[in-house]
């Protein structure tokens, strides 16, 4: 089943969600798509938070809310990497082994026909 698109970080009809809330969030969908191997939403996602990062103000003024929220998205986000590091892997092992038995495929192709 196709995992949904990541959607814009939802607001409250008085105020913006916090910088804190908002990484929470990111890093629970970042975590979600990494799992499920939805590589298309972790680029999606991926990019919305490489927009935030310069918008955010400098470490040491942050609360500690917010240094944990960052602790937590810096986790997920290195699993993320890993999985799709591992993927990648997979995928190329996969290739190889197809080339590799290409010659034997196009002369049994050959010798059928």
Known sequence: MP????SA??????????????LRDIARR???AARA????ALRHIDRELSNLLPHLER????????RQAMGLLQRVHHDAFT??????ERLSQRLSEMQRCRDGW????????
Do not use: V
Request: a negative charge; proline letters at 9%; one cysteine or more.
């Open 59 to 66: 470490a040491d003024g942050w609360s500690e809310e917010m």
């Open 9 to 22: 970080l939802p607001r409250s009809a008085d105020r913006p969600i916090d910088r804190a809330t908002q």
């Open 3 to 6: 995992m949904p698109m990541p």
């Open 83 to 88: 999985r799709c590091a591992d993927a990648a």
């Open 106 to 113: 196009m002369a049994y192709a050959q010798h059928s026909e």
């Open 37 to 40: 191997g939805h590589w298309e």
């Open 30 to 32: 970042l975590s979600s």
